[in-house]
């Protein structure tokens, strides 16, 4: 991808069908969101304390990847990632939600590309805060006070620009005229997990997540029901998808609601008591008090990836499990529901070795911690904490 060097690929294909779907190219870039995410799990695994070899190896082309953002991505410089396709061949719509209705008003209108997503932004600030960490944890500070400004300048732009007062919510989209797609969606809950929102706005975020238009009974919708658009049986207007309700429900916990995680995740434990224990991709938006269970999206594919790993985050966000092993440290402050009962985890990876994990109500046990690893309990650290603890040590 000469033209924008640095962004990450939105899928390839070795079939016979690459030819008609990426007009005979095998590889496609169409995924704003993708450049930024690579970021981000590349600073999750380094944290974690895996593949310090890869993960070497792999930092020239993040710190491409946040040239590209800064490069490429904004593309008219208002501090925001945008997305519009090349040719007539592409995506319309190149977030998470990328059927061709999936960014719309709320009285119902499709939004016109270019197009900045809010959870896009998020991703962004979440790569600015992962670079910085790997900064952080090799010494070099400048860095990583550098990218965790960054992130501040991009959170106070958003919500200046994305909050929408009298409706109590975030825009899902700036459009090409960089007015606020004022649709009420589940986009905003990804804005909670990476910390984009501001204090004051989380409680009215979480109230509206969790309302009778936006929670079925089963999950989060992807569209209010007293949106224009909202269809709870389209693909992007109204339909219930678990990865979506996985990232809600851990943004939920890192805001402090601790109920409306826990609520989010049984749910979707219990739909997926409906389909032989397994999470399809996503389920139609009904309510739960009109059908004895999720209805099916005919379409939805099964086994899928996002869902497969859904089950894990919520559980793992509900045991608030979390590590920075050049820190020394694990942190768990389980907050499971009493109806889940006790809970046991072995043979679980742990920078070097691997541990075994315990959980009965809020009382935790590990065993197997390498050396020089120490349980804590409560949140780890933020890196705006470290830096400014850093900052305030006294040189040598």
């Known amino acids: 991808m000469r033209r924008n060097p640095g962004k990450i690929l939105h899928e390839v294909r070795f079939d016979a069908s690459s030819g008609l779907a990426l007009g005979g190219k095998s590889a496609y870039y169409g995924s704003v969101d993708a450049t930024p995410l ?115 300048r991009l959170k106070r732009r958003f919500n200046e620009q994305f909050w929408l007062p009298d409706k109590g919510y975030y825009a899902v989209a700036l459009d090409r005229d960089k007015r606020p797609v004022d649709a009420c969606a589940s986009n905003m809950g990804h804005c909670l997990w990476f910390g984009l929102i501001d204090e004051d706005k989380a409680p009215l975020v979480a109230a509206r997540l969790m309302s009778p238009e936006m929670f079925s009974g089963w999950g989060v919708r992807t569209l209010a029901t007293d949106m224009r658009a909202y269809n709870p049986a389209s693909y992007h207007n109204g339909s219930v998808w678990p990865h979506d309700n996985a990232l809600i429900a851990a943004g939920l916990m890192r805001y402090g ?89 072995s043979n679980a990876p742990m920078g070097t070795g691997r541990i075994t994990v315990d959980i009965q109500g809020s009382t935790s046990t590990v065993h197997g911690l390498p050396d020089g690893i120490e349980l804590h309990r409560g949140q780890r650290p933020w890196i705006t904490e470290l830096i400014e603890q850093a900052r305030l040590r006294p040189q040598n």
């Open 257 to 345: 609601f601790v109920e409306q995680a826990q609520w989010i995740a049984t749910s979707l434990l219990e739909a997926a008591e409906y389909s032989g224990g397994r999470l399809p991709e996503l389920f139609c938006g009904f309510s739960r008090e009109k059908f004895n269970g999720p209805v099916p999206y005919p379409a939805a594919c099964s086994p899928q990836a996002w869902a497969a790993t859904t089950p894990i985050l919520l559980v793992t966000s509900l045991m608030r499990y979390d590590a920075h092993i050049s820190l020394g440290g694990l942190w768990l402050n389980p907050a499971l529901p009493a109806l889940y009962g006790d809970l046991h985890i």
């Open 38 to 152: 690579f970021v981000v799990v590349l600073g999750s695994v380094s944290r974690w304390g895996f593949a310090k070899e890869t993960i070497a190896a792999l930092l020239p082309n993040a710190d491409r990847a946040l040239d590209w953002i800064r490069d490429y991505g904004d593309r008219d410089g208002d501090g925001f990632v945008e997305y519009e396709r090349l040719n007539d061949q592409g995506l319309i719509n190149q977030g998470w939600k990328d059927s061709w209705d999936g960014i719309n008003f709320a009285d119902g209108r499709i939004a016109e590309p270019p197009l900045a997503l809010c959870e896009v932004q998020a991703y962004v600030h979440g790569a600015y805060m992962a670079r910085a960490w790997v900064g952080y944890d090799a010494g070099d500070l400048d860095l990583a006070a550098d990218l965790r400004d960054r992130a501040a």
